[in-house]
T-cell receptor, first 111, second 115 residues
Framework: DAKTTQPPSMDCAEGRAANLPCNHS???????VYWYRQIHSQGPQYIIH???NNETNEMASLIITEDRKSSTLILPHATLRDTAVYYC????????????FGPGTSLSVIP | GAVVSQHPSWVICKSGTSVKIECRSL??????MFWYRQFPKQSLMLMAT?????????EQGVEKDKFLINHASLTLSTLTVTSAHPEDSSFYIC???????????FGPGTRLTVL
């Protein structure tokens, strides 16, 4: 079973920041928080990951709470092409671990 | 970046036939690959873990004789859906774990339709 919980759906106005929350209260010390997204009928696309520090790349920012029990993915200026299902996953990256997907959050960016 | 390809991208077959789907890591070695299945409006469900040179490990409820997995090299894993039926129609996605870093990279998926 997935070890994270996310809201099932969210809307965001085009050009505004999209803030997608994730709860991972049982995350282990060696597990990273990974975010992927899936646009309809495509494979999952890696977005960003972090362990305990906030991270930023060309796609998004990841804010992880100090206790690591939750995080927020931020798309700073959402576009229509960001409409997708976003998955938050806790994954250690060790050889015995697997990426298990939960239901994710369906983000709709509205013109 | 690391690229994973799948072939074919879509396939239509008759009920009772077998279908093979290939998953390749194009620019890295992958000791371990994973196979997922996704039904419409649902999330990805892990089917099995494929390890190079050894038998695959199947998740609970997945029939190993129905879904044959072969991982004969560090860059190729295949999934064969044997005696396919309409209920096997689904989106099949593979991922490859890069041996040097343990990161997982996903393929674009294969749409299987069984008539």
């Amino acid at each position: 079973d997935a070890k994270t919980t996310q809201p099932p759906s969210m809307d965001c106005a085009e050009g505004r920041a999209a803030n997608l929350p994730c709860n991972h209260s049982t995350i282990s010390g060696n597990e990273y928080v990974y975010w992927y997204r899936q646009i309809h009928s495509q494979g999952p696309q890696y977005i960003i990951h972090g362990l305990k520090n906030n991270e930023t790349n060309e796609m998004a920012s990841l804010i992880i709470t100090e206790d690591r029990k939750s995080s927020t993915l931020i798309l700073p200026h959402a576009t229509l092409r960001d409409t997708a299902v976003y998955y938050c996953i806790s994954y250690s990256g060790t050889s015995y671990d697997k990426v298990i997907f939960g239901p994710g959050t369906s983000l709709s960016v509205i013109p | 970046g690391a690229v994973v390809s799948q072939h074919p991208s879509w396939v239509i077959c008759k009920s009772g036939t077998s279908v093979k789907i290939e998953c390749r890591s194009l620019d890295f070695q992958a000791t371990t690959m994973f196979w997922y299945r996704q039904f419409p409006k649902q999330s990805l469900m892990l089917m099995a873990t494929s390890n190079e040179g050894s038998k695959a490990t199947y998740e609970q409820g997945v029939e190993k004789d129905k879904f044959l997995i072969n991982h004969a090299s560090l860059t190729l894993s295949t999934l064969t859906v044997t005696s396919a039926h309409p209920e096997d129609s689904s989106f099949y996605i593979c991922s490859a774990r890069r041996t040097s870093s343990n990161e997982q990279f996903f393929g674009p998926g294969t749409r299987l339709t069984v008539l």
